[in-house]
């Protein structure tokens, strides 16, 4: 038999099928290549999305989007339009305009333009359209679906990014207002205080009464002193401090206001001098919390007193205020009792002293001790604060008054504070800056607590809650309670440091 033609036939099949196989192989190989190419690009689009939050203005935004957009999808160039306030006209905030209608065409329609050389994608947020990006390329611009897609969501995160940078503008334009307010009223008073002694020592000096000038410019320094104190704790000159003398002339400066709320006060001091060593600034500071919240206490109370009265306790000097409103009035827990008692507590305890509530008075009296200056001179018998280094956080709450008491606590402590509203701001923040710790509100308007503390752990070392009475606690996590308690807050810093 001759299977010499059947051999053939079978060889020719084999080949064929081999051939196919190989151009099925090469058409397979070459579709992956492209979907791999274009996952690369989506992935890399996607990427630059994230960048666009970390610049600092529109045309830092606009060299991110260039560079990364001609190396990942063969865009030649990109344009940024915003739409004007009041008006859907649009102007170039970044770049050269190459095709404007075809940009306005896609702000009025809210939808992608496509043209043969140029490509538009509206800017939306919430549903409102804030500007146009548009790409363009010399050999036209054919974007995949995946790739528009990308493009789309970019282009969304630009407008974004924007809406934050205008945010971020005005709120610095806000802050350097109200600096410069402050700045004002500080040089007001600075001049208001120091014209009188400033004009007596000049009056003075014309004649032989050398001791009144010295009066004068120790008034003028004093002055200086109280300052200095308030904006830089650990610039305050630290001298005797006679504590009658300061009651003495604390309870002068209330006298008006404790007539005005029928206030009966009764100050009893001590025979002789009380003389303690410190800050004269600061330990006002102190007492005067103490005496205007005892104030506050009275305002609904039927008897008004109030009894400030000095003492010698061996070494050790103290002043106690008691007044006549029950123990409810007065509630260490409230926001203003916790935190003012705070401000005085830490005050007196960087002094050496104590302040303390008695508990035989139901809570209307309270004492501060301080140790007399032969007693101060001992090491043993002052306590000294440990002077952390300066810590930095970020604070996330959609009320800023609620931060408020928390910065300016974090800011007597000499820390520092940045308080933002939302979740999608703070990862900003987080991603540019160095933070010590993230607090954030157990409830945000745009990201859930748990999924914000993932995010922000990959930026700091430490994520926490800002939490009130009503939150869940967080198993485990950094917990700041509301309102803030200064010991609670130092601790937690402590804690922050020694792990830093």
């Given at each position: ?10 060889r ?72 004007e306030?009041?008006?859907?006209q649009?102007?170039?905030v ?12 896609c ?36 974007p ?11 282009a969304?995160q ?90 003495r ?33 600061q ?68 002094h ?25 001179a ?103 309670h ?10 937690i ?6 792990t830093?």
């Amino acid at each position: 038999m001759d299977f010499s033609s059947g051999a053939s036939l079978d060889r020719t099949t084999v080949g064929t099928a081999v051939v196919s196989m190989l151009l099925a192989s090469l058409v397979w190989w070459r579709r992956l290549g492209r979907l791999t190419k274009q996952r690369r690009t989506v992935g890399q689009i996607y990427a630059l999305s994230e960048e666009a939050f970390r610049a600092r203005s529109a045309a830092e935004i606009l060299s991110q989007l260039a560079g990364k957009l001609r190396e990942s999808a063969g865009l030649e160039a990109v344009t940024i339009f915003v739409a004007e306030s009041g008006s859907e006209q649009l102007e170039v905030v970044a770049g050269k305009a190459v095709d404007a209608k075809a940009a306005q065409r896609c702000h009025d329609s809210a939808e992608a333009v496509l043209t043969p050389n140029s490509l538009s994608l509206p800017m939306l947020s919430q549903g409102a359209g804030s500007g146009v990006l548009q790409c363009t390329a010399h050999q036209g611009v054919h974007p995949p679906a995946d790739e528009m897609a990308a493009l789309r969501h970019l282009a969304n995160q630009v407008g974004i990014a924007l809406q934050l940078l205008e945010q971020r503008q005005l709120r610095d334009q806000l802050l350097r207002s109200e600096k410069l307010g402050a700045v004002g009223q500080l040089i007001s008073s600075i001049a208001t205080e120091l014209q009188p002694p400033l004009q007596r020592i000049s009056a003075a000096a014309r004649g032989p009464a050398l001791s009144e000038v010295a009066g004068d410019a120790n008034q003028a320094l004093d002055t200086l002193e109280r300052l200095i104190s308030f904006g830089r704790p650990d610039q305050a000159r630290v001298r005797p401090v006679e504590l009658n003398e300061l009651v003495r002339n604390l309870a002068a400066f209330r006298a008006q206001p404790w007539r005005l709320q029928l206030v009966a006060a009764d100050v009893n001091l001590a025979p002789g001098e009380l003389t303690v060593l410190g800050s004269s600034g600061q330990l006002e500071q102190a007492v005067l919390s103490v005496l205007v919240h005892a104030e506050q206490s009275l305002q609904h109370a039927s008897t008004k007193n109030i009894i400030v009265t000095t003492t010698q306790v061996e070494s050790q000097a103290v002043l106690s205020v008691e007044f006549s409103a029950a123990s409810s009035a007065w509630n260490e827990d409230t926001e203003s009792g916790a935190w003012s008692l705070g401000v005085a507590r830490g005050i007196i305890e960087s002094h050496g002293g104590e302040l303390r509530r008695d508990p035989a008075s139901d809570g209307t009296r309270f004492e501060i001790e301080l140790p007399l200056t032969e007693s101060a001179a001992r090491p043993s018998a002052r306590r000294v604060r440990q002077q952390s280094k300066p810590l930095t956080l970020l604070l996330v709450h959609p009320d800023t008054n609620v931060l408020r008491p928390v910065v300016e606590a974090l800011g007597r402590l000499e820390h520092r504070a940045i308080p933002v509203l939302t979740a999608a701001e703070a990862l900003e923040y987080a991603s540019r800056l160095k933070f010590d710790a993230v607090l954030a509100a157990a409830q945000l308007p745009d990201l859930a607590w748990s999924e914000f503390a993932e995010k922000a752990r990959a930026h700091a070392a430490h994520v926490g809650l800002i939490a009130t009475a009503s939150d869940t606690a967080q198993p485990g996590a950094l917990t700041l309670h509301l309102p803030v308690d200064e010991l609670e807050l130092e601790r937690i810093l402590t804690g922050l440091d020694e792990t830093a």
